[in-house]
């Protein structure tokens, strides 16, 4: 099984503020790596699939990089509405997440 | 409107069995590919099953493989999950989710989730 580490496990940032999440494979996915948004009481919301590309409807200030193993989501100035639950997830080999980054105002 | 919606959770004793299902509409479900995800209370997300638009390609997690069956019926726009021998372990909500088009495997329009709980 494909192991997502995510890293840090909370980040706490203002609004405004530029946030960065970390994602590493134990072992390569290429570029199969999407990025997931989840509020308290909702179901997830698709951001970013194949490691860079946004999905319908997704602001422009989400964008995501890296291949092979490491990952990172960008949110350019955070707006009141990011602060949630972000999760990393491949399709390289069947499909994982990770444990998730809780992204909460500072 | 696009949209899941999960329904058949609720509680059950280890052991026993539950049916989830899934109604999809406002998008051509026959030519989607399906998936099953839960998430336990508190806890992150783990990926169960998936199933191709014609049935003919069936994927489960190891942690349900043998215990849990996925189904469709393309004709009503609906997904199933049969579920057998349940564990304590298994309490979670369960959501239904859709494959991306373009790049399957990513998941691109989820249920609201449907609760279980195992416990005697």
């Known amino acids: 099984e494909i192991v997502l580490t995510q890293s840090p496990a909370t980040l706490s940032l203002s609004p405004g503020e530029r946030a960065t999440l970390s994602c590493r494979a134990s072992q390569s996915v290429s570029s199969y790596v999407a990025w997931y948004q989840q509020k308290p009481g909702q179901a997830p919301r698709l951001l970013i699939y194949e490691a860079t590309y946004r999905a319908t409807g997704i602001p422009g200030r989400f964008s995501g990089s890296g291949s092979g193993t490491d990952f990172t989501l960008t949110i350019s100035s955070l707006e009141p509405e990011d602060f949630a639950v972000y999760y990393c997830?491949?399709?390289?080999?069947?499909?994982?997440f990770g444990q998730g980054t809780k992204l909460e105002i500072k | 409107e696009v949209q899941l919606v999960e329904s058949g959770g609720g509680l059950v004793q280890p052991g026993g069995s539950l049916r989830l299902s899934c109604a999809a509409s406002g998008f051509s479900f026959s030519t989607s590919s399906m998936n099953w995800v839960r998430q336990a209370p508190g806890k992150g997300l783990e990926w169960l099953s998936y199933i191709t638009s014609t049935s003919t390609t069936l994927y489960y997690a190891d942690s349900v493989k043998g215990r849990f069956t996925v189904s469709r019926d393309n004709a009503k726009n609906s997904l199933s999950l049969q579920m057998n021998d349940l564990r304590d372990e298994d309490t979670a909500v369960y959501y239904c989710?859709?494959?991306?088009?373009?790049?399957?495997?990513?998941?691109?329009?989820w249920g609201q989730g449907t609760l279980v709980t195992v416990s005697s």
């Open positions: 989710a859709r494959g991306l088009e373009w790049s399957d495997g990513f998941f691109d329009l």
């Open positions: 997830q491949q399709r390289f080999k069947r499909q994982t």
